[in-house]
Structures are given as C-alpha cells and as structure tokens.
C-alpha cells in the first residue's frame, strides 16, 4: 500500500535524507581507524557514536513522517515503525529488520554511556553495519517517487 504524502512531508523527509546520507559519510571516514586505535580514542569514539545516534534518529523521523501521513496509529516502538514502513511497501522486510535493529542499537547509544557502552559492539557496527543507511534512504526514495 503505498501512501500519498504533501509536498512539506516529502521536503522534510529529503532533509532528512540528506542529513543520514552526510552522517554515513563520515561514520565512513571512521572505518578507516584500526580496531585498536578506535578503542584507546575517547575523542573517535564520541564521534562514532554521537553520528550513528543522530543518523539512526533521523531514520526514525522519516519512518514517523511517512507513517504520519497516513491513516493509521503510530506504532508504539521505533522498530515497529519499520515494520509498519514494510507493511506499507516502502521497505523491503530485510531493510525493515536492519532498521529496527539499528534503532534498537540507537537506544543502547542514547541510554548506555562510559563504562556502560561495549565500544568493540560500536567499531563493529562502524565496520559492518553502515551499508543499511543508503539501501534505507534509497527505498524511501523510491517510494515517495511512486
């Protein structure tokens, strides 16, 4: 079911692609620190950490926006906005699975800080995970041209 949305929405929901797209670039820019280097890096660390919150964050908005518009209820979690967005033909169920895993990664981020926060589960996310903000980006796009 794909949705109809207003010319503000479709704006809001481009800004925010924008800004996931920057971020990406530089958690990019991050892969390049070795392992040992990003651990011993209080400074790197904060910086990994804080983009991948805020570009997370600003998937979750798009999700909102793109839910917003449309006649049902907002889902009660962040991952289950994804689903909604699946349920809704605007992401695939895989995109829809790596994004409520990231937005569940995103609560680990804004709630677990210092020792509390697994900084080699960070690095491995930065190594591994960053591909899933584009193909994310990409398949909103794609619906809001349909």
Known sequence: MRLAHNGETIDRIVDKVEFVTEATKLLAQKRSLER???L????????VEREFQVAIEACIDIAEL???????????????????LEQQDVLSE???ARMGAAAG???????????DLDDEQVYAHLQH???WFPVFCREVRTSLDH
């Open 36 to 38: 040992e280097e990003y």
């Open 40 to 47: 011993a890096d209080r400074e790197q660390q904060a910086i």
């Open 66 to 84: 793109l839910i917003r518009d449309s006649t049902e209820e907002m889902p009660p979690t962040n991952a289950e906005k994804f689903d909604q």
């Open 94 to 96: 895989e995109t829809a």
């Open 105 to 115: 990664f995103r609560n680990v981020l804004a709630h677990n800080y210092g020792g």
């Open 129 to 131: 995970d960053l591909q």
